[in-house]
Each structure stands twice: as structure tokens, then as C-alpha cells.
């Protein structure tokens, strides 16, 4: 007799390309956000198999902050080769020289806020009408209260009191002139879930996120790498240490964690044992008890 039981990654793998294919049936001009993150690199390995052989409807859209790990953008470039993708950049430079924003300063300055005005002038620029993201509900509070399909309103902004009903399995996609969606077919895994997803897909990733040897230094708690857009102060001590990420972003924000694993079996061991949630390293995430939100309700991913 045939077995018909799915395992638990089946699952969420079939809910995630339903939500990708009920995204390109409902909308007009939607688009996939790519960071070059593992959430990211899943979500667009899951809009290959959905339409396989065909190329993901989808081009995938990189907010560029100008301070990324060198690591990430090569890793990028040959994603987008491999899925046979259109790569579409928002750059938060172009916006800073533009006036569209205005750079922070001082030792804890950083681009990430910044990316919410760069973001959504390229949303407006190409008339996305839905922006596939690569959130988990397991990542952080704020990101708890998103549904699959996230209204936003003509001014880019989220009220989290004011989302439409999901029941069973029906997603309301309309939307008035101006307002748009954002849509996120991995709400429901965990980064337990992520980790053993691309171990089974056996999904390439960039280098950073396995241990290596880099120059770090710890500032308010946070294990920060030493870059060209990131320097200590004189009482930050630079070390040199095995370490790798568990999420990447902008790299003056993004820490690293101390860590010998080299491969995705160790990796997926030590992500069991850890006490901390990935989110924990990112330092622009305790600017506040809200920051998330905050940055949500304006726009943010």
C-alpha cells in the first residue's frame, strides 16, 4: 500500500507553494523580496519548484543598504543565475544622495532603518502590487501577528488591528489604488524548519552562515565583524575568532555568533541547543521593546 502521510517539511513546503501560486493568481505584478538571507534563498527555491520549468514569475527585488558582507553579494549574483531570475535593485545610497533620506550617525549609526523609504520607492517605481517576504511568525513578536496575506495601505504602513480573515485557506487580495500586499508563504516555518529544509533541497548557501575565522569586536552585548563600514572604538578590543551568522542583514548590525559549525548537520545541532532566537544578534532589533513594529507600521518588510 502507498504511504500518503506527509512528513511535517512536506507540509509546509505544499502550504508555501500554495501561497506562492495563489500570489501569482491574484495579483497583477507581484514581486519576490530577496536579501540573500536563508529565508529568502528558500522562498525563492520554493518559487522554483512551484513553477517549474518554467522560471518563477517573480522578479527578485534586493534592497541594497551599499553595506553588505562581500559574502552575500557574490552569493547573490549567482543565485539569481541559477534560478534564471530578474534581479531588480533598490538602493539605499541612490536615496541617501537623492535626499529621500538622511544617513544616522555616530559609532551605532545604521542603514537598516533607512531601507523602508528605498523599499517602498521601488514598490512605487515598478507598480509591485504584492511583495512576497521571507518573515517567520517564530523570528520575533511583531512578526507573530502577520498573516499570509498582509495589507498595506497607500502610505506603505501596517496596521496590525486591521488585517483581513484567513479561514480556511482563503485569502482576500483586494485592494484599492495605491495600496499593495505583503505576502508570506513561510510564516509557518521555524528556523529549525528553515535549517533542515535546505539540508533535504540540499539548497548552496553563502559561506558566512558556517563557522570561519574573522575580525570581531563586542559592542553592547553584540559580537560585531569589522568591516570597511563597521570600525571599533579605541575601547573595543578586536579579536580575531571562529565564528559564523544566523541571519544576515546589513553588516553594521548584523552579529555573529561564536560557533564551530562547518556544516549543516552541525549547524542544525547547535540551532536545536540554542537558547537564544536568531533575531537576538541583530542589534537594531534592541534600539527598543518595539523597534520591529515600529519599522513594520512604516513600511518595513
Not at 528553515?194 to 552562515?209: D, F, N
Amino acid at each position: 500500500m502507498p504511504n500518503y502521510n506527509l512528513s511535517h517539511l512536506d507540509q509546509l513546503e505544499a502550504e508555501a507553494i500554495f501561497i506562492l501560486r495563489e500570489t501569482a493568481a491574484q495579483f497583477q505584478n507581484p514581486a519576490l523580496l530577496f536579501s540573500g538571507g536563508k529565508d529568502s534563498i528558500v522562498m525563492a527555491w520554493l518559487a522554483k519548484k512551484a513553477f517549474w520549468p518554467a522560471r518563477p514569475p517573480f522578479p527578485l527585488v534586493h534592497v541594497d543598504t551599499g553595506h553588505n558582507f562581500e559574502e552575500t553579494m557574490h552569493y547573490r549574483d549567482e543565485f539569481v543565475k541559477l534560478l534564471r531570475a530578474q534581479l531588480v535593485v533598490g538602493s539605499v545610497q541612490e536615496s541617501i544622495d537623492t535626499g529621500r533620506v538622511v544617513e544616522e550617525k555616530g559609532p551605532n549609526a545604521s542603514r537598516n532603518k533607512l531601507q523602508t523609504v528605498t523599499l517602498l520607492d521601488t514598490l512605487e517605481k515598478h507598480q509591485y502590487d504584492a511583495a512576497l517576504g521571507g518573515g517567520r511568525r517564530d523570528e520575533e513578536k511583531a512578526r507573530a501577528k502577520e498573516r499570509f496575506f498582509s495589507h498595506r495601505d497607500d502610505f506603505g504602513q501596517w496596521d496590525p488591528k486591521n488585517q483581513r480573515p484567513e479561514l480556511w485557506n482563503l485569502f482576500n487580495g483586494r485592494r484599492n489604488p495605491g495600496e499593495h500586499f505583503r505576502v508570506f508563504p513561510l510564516s509557518n516555518f521555524t528556523e529549525m524548519d528553515i535549517w533542515m529544509y535546505i539540508q533535504r533541497e540540499e539548497i548552496p548557501l553563502p559561506s558566512i552562515y558556517f563557522a570561519h575565522e574573522r575580525e570581531v569586536f563586542e559592542r553592547n552585548g553584540t559580537l560585531l565583524a569589522v568591516t570597511d563600514f563597521l570600525k571599533p572604538q579605541e575601547h573595543e578590543k578586536v579579536t580575531k575568532e571562529i565564528v559564523r551568522f544566523r541571519t544576515i542583514g546589513d553588516a553594521t548590525c548584523t552579529g555573529a555568533v561564536r560557533s564551530n559549525a562547518s556544516n549543516l548537520d552541525e549547524v542544525i545541532a547547535e540551532v536545536s541547543a540554542a537558547r537564544q532566537t536568531e533575531r537576538g544578534t541583530r542589534s537594531d532589533d534592541k534600539r527598543s521593546e518595539t523597534a520591529m513594529e515600529d519599522r513594520k507600521k512604516e513600511g518595513y518588510f
